[in-house]
């Protein structure tokens, strides 16, 4: 499984889109399949390479080439959630959007819905703590103001990332985690 770990914050699944484009090289073009005679007229598909960690991401199936890089745009967020690590800061941690979708009256609730623009930048953050707490979702959480339920909820609604963890626990001699 491939994994960077990157020295500087933010992690780039949080970046900004135009900061992020800035990251990437951007190349449109044509795929096969199924679409019409539009497919095959014009360049819609988007293919994304992040330069400093060399992950692809792509999108073919929309008509429109700015529909395609956003949804691309968003796969590449959350391959970077995934497979870039970002050195956790010693002390408090919890970005200003991490506390106002987990505030410290919300009982630890994580409030995102998985298709929120929001959640691929809240899953890197989760990962990163969890990282460094040595894959311990109750250390995390104790980090994060959240709980351990709500962070392993919000790390299995993406299954990859979800299997991610499992791998790196399995892989510390920990028990794989159980979604629920």
């Known amino acids: 499984m491939f994994e960077s770990t990157i020295e500087y914050w933010p992690h780039p699944a949080c970046l900004a889109d135009e900061a992020l484009l800035a990251q990437c090289d951007l190349t449109p073009g044509r795929t096969g399949g199924p679409g019409g005679q539009h497919r095959n007229k014009v360049s819609s598909a988007v293919f994304l390479t992040h330069e400093p960690s060399g992950l692809k991401a792509h999108a073919d199936e929309r008509r429109s080439a700015i529909d395609n890089k956003r949804v691309a745009l968003r796969r590449m967020r959350l391959l970077l959630a995934i497979h870039v690590r970002v050195a956790v800061p010693a002390g408090p941690v919890g970005s200003a959007l991490w506390r106002s979708r987990c505030p410290p ?76």
Do not use: M
């Not at 995102?112 to 623009?117: A, E, I, L």
């Not at 979702?137 to 990859?160: D, F, M, N, W, Y």
């Open 105 to 180: 009256s919300g009982g630890g609730r994580i409030a995102v819905n998985p298709d929120h623009h929001d959640y691929p930048a809240l899953l890197a953050e989760a990962l990163d703590v969890l990282a460094a707490a040595g894959w311990d979702p109750a250390k995390a959480a104790v980090r994060l103001g959240s709980t351990s339920s709500q962070l392993v909820k919000l790390i299995s609604h993406h299954r990859p990332a979800f299997e991610a963890v499992n791998v790196h626990r399995v892989e510390l001699g920990i028990r794989k985690l159980i979604a629920r």
